[in-house]
């Protein structure tokens, strides 16, 4: 079975965000990055499903050259081989063009099941995984807890809304999108990141792609501004040392709420 | 040509999902704003009752997609009969509520149709002519405003409590019902749904808990769990948690607060470490009292705090279980 897993590396998730000087995105110099949490997930889940089905692993990545930190994880995690899309990706909020390109190396190598994650964590679309199953012209289901391959069909476990599941059946190939706690992550072994390093990493650009998949002439989106959000809510902040806050909070808590 | 703003509801086996109403909420406003028409949309099979309830409210007319291959919902069933309608009926904008029906069916339509949608959008406004969205990034803790650029039709999905509900506004007539003969076989669906079933074994409600300690990723490691046990045991409350504490299996799913797990609405909700991303909020903002223990004070859940710590949750949690300590025997 070849499995192709769709990697995107985003700002590691204790970084302070600030914005550049014509805020018209963030500071890129103050963060440090990681992959995607659920495309960790996506990942564990094809290692697992080439563990008991065989086959091959795929990472694909789009992304500036940094984007190599998180193949390279990938790879010493157990995938056999990547492809990077060498392409800045800040100003396509509009998704298309990333997923169109995404697609097209996707078809040129052919699959049984892509793997994405549900959700990125910086730009929060939820649809690159969707849009590629459109172009890729594949069935696909999203939200997906559970994967069992039988013949040529996938049966999923589906996540809905407020704790609900449902099973759902198709055949291959078929696009999943992956959800976070699917199962267990892995740790990349010593020999796994030795190894690594002597795996395949093909480059593609953006020009070699859209030569045989050209760019939609249709509806983008536009960033007008970048900005850190306003509160409306007026949230009492209690000030003070630690036991001075929480003599204050408890003070709130029984006068005002009326708890304690 | 119509330049309608149209509306897509939300239902299933007669019963309305709520955000349907925020979605059109949103598409009310936005029509004004841009003086169009606004018209709704019903997906589903049998559902002349469900057609009657939106043509009350202040639409220009009720488009029913009404046919068998529509239930159980399918993206494939839904792509087709909506990109069907979209061609036909060549709206302005579509406005959709995020749900997760929505996240796995919209993206795929906007995309066949060679549009684009702007997903989880917060909030929009008319500048200088245009039509402006806001949408978060970064999990909450940046804002952006985005416009479309090229032809419509475009398409917006709205987070849930981004519109509210109660802000439809009612009709002066019952609007026309028009029903849309879409056309489908069935082998054009490559997915098949199975019964929605939900995972047994509940030994806590915490829906029905009057105070809820939540543990999010600031707590680092599992063993730290131990001292918001600890403090939920001075208050008298159950612990929760965000998704990624489960997800680690440090608490069990009946556990996890969010639009994927329980919904709660407690006397006293405490947020220990937990960022306050949109999937969580859901699951709590019905709380009376919201406290906020976070060291970023630009996290986002206080946004919806009454009281919030700014600080080290290992030094304030303990300081915290001392005074209530104080408080209870004094
Ligand atoms: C479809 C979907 C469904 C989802 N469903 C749910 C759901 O049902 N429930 C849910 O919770 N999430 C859900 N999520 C996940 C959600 O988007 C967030 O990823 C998650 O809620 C984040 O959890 P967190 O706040 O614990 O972690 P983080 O976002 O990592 O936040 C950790 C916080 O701890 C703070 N912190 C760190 N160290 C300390 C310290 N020493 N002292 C004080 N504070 C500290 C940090 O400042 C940060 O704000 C869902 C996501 C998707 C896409
Ligand atoms: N630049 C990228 N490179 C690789 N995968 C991506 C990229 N952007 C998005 N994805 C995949 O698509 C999923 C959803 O992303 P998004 O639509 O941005 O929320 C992610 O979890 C990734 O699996």
Known sequence: ?260 | MAQQVVAITEQQGGKWHRMSWEALAAAQQIASELSRPVEAVVLGHDMERLAAEVAAKGVARVWSLDDPLLVPYTPDAFCLALEQFVAAQQPYLIVLPHTYQVRDFAPRLAAQLGSSLLSDCIGCRMEGGELIFTRQLFQGRMNADLSFEGPPPYFVSVQAGGFSADDVKKGDAPAPVERFAVRLEASQIRTHAQEPFQEAKRTVDLAQAEIIIAAGRGIKEQEHLALIQKLADALGGEVGGSRPICDNGWLPMERQIGSSGQTVAPKLYIGVGISGAIQHLVGMKGSRTVVAINKDPHAPIFEVADYGIVGNLFDVVPALIDEIGKARSG
């Open chain 1, 1 to 260: 079975m070849k499995i192709i897993v769709c990697v995107k590396q985003v700002p590691a998730r204790d970084f302070p965000l600030r914005l550049n000087d014509d805020a018209s995105w963030i500071r890129e110099s103050d963060l440090s990055y990681e992959m995607n949490e659920p495309d960790a997930y996506a990942l564990e889940a094809a290692l697992q499903l080439k563990e008991k089905h065989g086959g091959e692993v795929v990472v694909l990545s789009a992304g500036p050259p940094r984007v190599q930190q998180v193949i390279r994880e990938a790879l010493a995690k157990g995938a056999d081989r990547a492809i990077h899309i060498e392409c800045d990706l800040e100003p396509l909020l509009g998704t298309d063009r990333v997923a169109r390109m995404m697609a097209e190396a996707i078809r040129r190598e052919g699959f049984d099941v892509v793997l994405t994650g549900l959700q990125s964590e910086d730009l929060g679309l939820g649809q690159t995984g969707v849009i590629l199953a459109e172009l890729l012209n594949v069935p696909h289901a999203t939200i997906i807890m559970e994967v069992q391959v039988e013949e040529q069909r996938l049966r999923v476990k589906q996540e809905l809304e407020a704790g609900w599941f449902q099973w759902v059946e198709m055949s291959l190939p078929a696009l999943l999108t992956i959800q976070s706690g699917i199962n267990k992550l892995r740790y990349a072994t010593l020999m796994g990141i030795k190894k690594a390093k002597t795996k395949e990493l093909r480059r593609l650009t953006p020009a070699e792609l859209e030569a045989t998949a050209p760019v939609s002439g249709g509806t983008r989106q536009r960033l007008h501004r970048l900005y850190v959000p306003v509160r409306n809510k007026k949230t009492e902040f209690i000030e003070g040392g630690p036991q001075e806050a929480a003599a204050r909070l408890v003070e709130r808590l029984r006068t005002q709420a009326r708890i304690l």
